[in-house]
């Protein structure tokens, strides 16, 4: 009897209801595993015992003092029309804040902006994560933006919206032929929404080059926890 396939990478994603990840080999060719869960936690345990070399995670994990971190100011540079896709991410002090008002409010004081409500509703999502990560987790464990990583899957030419049929195609036609030549079935038989499941593939294909030591990293630094600012494309 044969064990499970060799792990390279995994690529994790929000959705509804919980997380889902996608597990990657060495080529498009192999097979690949998708996985829907409750909890954060209990998907990086499975990369742990799996043995994954890198995880790409597609949630913001370092936070800036001041907000407006480096990374994201270079992954919208590249992301041209499509750089709406990254919402911005507040202060470190918002990170503790669960009611919205006063989130905005003290963002407004600190950095004289505001974000989006959007962002704010991720801030449950963040803390999960940086709830089960140590900052000797990173780089194994690293910030990824899907959307830059489908960018850089095509030749830097963004892609048109996830949500339209026209992107959904360029989204499946790229993961199919350079992450996982199975990735829809996977998708379709964990019963995971077909936008979070690309985009968990896309989030393990930059893993996979982070593990590889081919994958360029924008942004530099820490937060005030000791949390990599750093968004792999």
Not at 195 to 200: E, M, N, R, T
């Amino acid at each position: 009897m044969t064990g499970p396939a060799p792990v390279v990478a995994a690529g994790i994603d929000a959705c509804r209801g919980g997380w889902v990840m996608a597990v990657i080999g060495a080529g498009p060719d192999g097979p690949s595993e998708v996985v829907v869960a409750e909890r954060f936690e209990s998907l990086i345990d499975r990369c742990r015992r799996r043995g994954a070399s890198a995880v790409g995670i597609d949630m913001p994990i370092g936070f800036a003092v001041e907000g407006g971190r480096e990374a994201e100011r270079l992954a919208r540079a590249r992301l041209g029309r499509r750089a709406c896709t990254l919402f911005s991410t507040p202060a470190h002090a918002v990170l503790a804040i669960d009611d919205w008002p006063e989130a905005l409010a003290t963002n407004r004081t600190l950095t004289s902006k505001g974000f989006s409500k959007q962002a704010f509703h991720l801030l449950a999502r963040c803390r999960e994560v940086r709830a089960t990560l140590q900052p000797a987790d990173q780089p194994w464990c690293s910030e990824v933006h899907p959307e830059s990583s489908f960018t850089a899957m095509n030749d830097g030419t963004p892609l048109a919206s996830k949500h339209r049929d026209e992107g959904h195609g360029q989204r499946v036609e790229l993961i199919t032929s350079l992450v996982g030549a199975d990735a829809v079935e996977r998708i379709e038989a964990a019963g995971a929404p077909s936008v979070d499941g690309l985009d968990a593939y896309a989030a393990a294909w930059t893993a996979r080059r982070l593990a590889q030591g081919r994958a360029e990293i924008l942004g530099s630094g820490s937060d005030p926890d000791g949390y990599a600012l750093t968004i792999a494309v």
